[in-house]
């Protein structure tokens, strides 16, 4: 099991910029990938970034270099720096982590919400 828990979620005017961090415990050898999707309301869950062990990035194509995906791993962290938000970037974001159970498997996070004022 891993356990994953958000926070830095937060209103921020237009422009502003804004950090939400993971922290994964519980059993994180099994995780392969953790990043971030976001839902907004009335629209489906889609990926922002994921990061693997490897340390291949990929991310969502609305994201348009305005994001930036790191890892601590040491503190088995994920952050998420967001620089030029915008409205339509007001979701819920979710932590997730993809692990390896023989299968894959995905993780999430209770969700951090992140409004951004016009």
């Known amino acids: 099991q891993v356990q994953l828990v958000e926070s830095g979620g937060g209103l921020v005017q237009t422009g502003g910029s804004l950090k939400v961090s993971c922290v994964a415990s519980?059993?994180?050898?099994?995780?392969?990938?953790l990043g971030w999707y976001r839902q907004a309301p009335g629209k489906q869950r889609e990926l922002v970034a994921r990061m693997f062990r490897s340390g291949t990035t990929i991310y969502g194509d609305f994201v348009k270099g305005r994001f930036t995906v790191s890892r601590r791993n040491a503190e088995n962290t994920v952050d998420l720096q967001m620089n030029s938000l915008t409205p339509e970037d007001t979701a819920v974001y979710y932590c997730?982590?993809?692990?390896?159970?023989?299968?894959?498997?995905?993780?999430w996070g209770q969700g951090t919400q992140v409004i951004v004022s016009s």
């Open positions: 997730n982590a993809l692990a390896d159970l023989g299968y894959d498997y995905e993780y």
């Open positions: 519980g059993s994180t050898f099994s995780i392969n990938a």
